[in-house]
T-cell receptor, first 114, second 111 residues
């Protein structure tokens, strides 16, 4: 069974469109994250939710909006897509937000904006 | 602020060579330290971790020791394999706070 799953794996869309990426974890974890990885492999945290509550909200454009319908799901909605949004987006989860717990990453969603 | 600095890649080695990937950190407190590995086309996976000074994390032949005096957490392996080719990320994390990743080091192992 996949621990952290994301859909879709690949997403190609045009500038100006609105798209969503879904994430689900079946580990019973309380905390979920969204990261953006650019072409140079630099990983940047975007958001973190703990028990459906937003706890980390880094400086990202407000075109990006996370939604957590329950603690097993954290979806990412992106409005008015721009070329610079092209990247790989990773969802992750951890047992909670305390220090020694590792994060489990999904396989990533490669977003290409044309 | 807190940060993690890794050696720039790519690092290219022959199979069975000794590997060191340097990682140093800047921290105001006592974070836990991690190494994550990302194989091509996949998400990151935890490779090893250490939660306090002088702890040694180890997994799959890789080791790293939490050195508070030199603020380092260098990754080592005695004999690398082609299958170790990946991107390696050093990271630190405090309780109740976000994880901070280094920029990653790409490792190529030649057969």
């Amino acid at each position: 069974d996949t621990a952290v799953s994301q859909t879709p794996k690949y997403l190609v869309t045009q500038m100006g469109n609105d798209k969503s990426i879904k994430c689900e974890q079946n580990l019973g974890h309380d905390t979920m994250y969204w990261y953006k990885q650019d072409s140079k492999k630099f990983l940047k945290i975007m958001f973190s939710y703990n028990n459906k509550e937003l706890i980390i909200n880094e400086t990202v454009p407000n075109r990006f909006s996370p939604k957590s319908p329950d603690k097993a799901h954290l979806n990412l909605h992106i409005n008015s897509l721009e070329l610079g949004d092209s990247a790989v987006y990773f969802c992750a989860s951890s047992q909670d937000n305390w220090s020694s717990y590792e994060q489990y990453f999904g396989p990533g969603t490669r977003l290409t904006v044309t | 602020g807190d940060s993690v600095t890794q050696m720039e890649g790519p690092v290219t080695l022959s199979e069975e060579a000794f590997l060191t990937i340097n990682c140093t950190y800047t921290a105001t407190g006592y974070p836990s330290l991690f190494w994550y590995v990302q194989y091509p086309g996949e998400g990151l996976q935890l490779l090893l971790k250490a939660t306090k000074a002088d702890d040694k994390g180890s997994n799959k032949g890789f080791e790293a020791t939490y050195r508070k005096e030199t603020t380092s957490f260098h990754l080592e392996k005695g004999s690398v394999q082609v299958s170790d080719s990946a991107v390696y990320f050093c990271a630190l994390k405090y309780r109740d706070d976000k994880i901070i990743f280094g920029k990653g080091t790409r490792l190529h192992i030649l057969p």
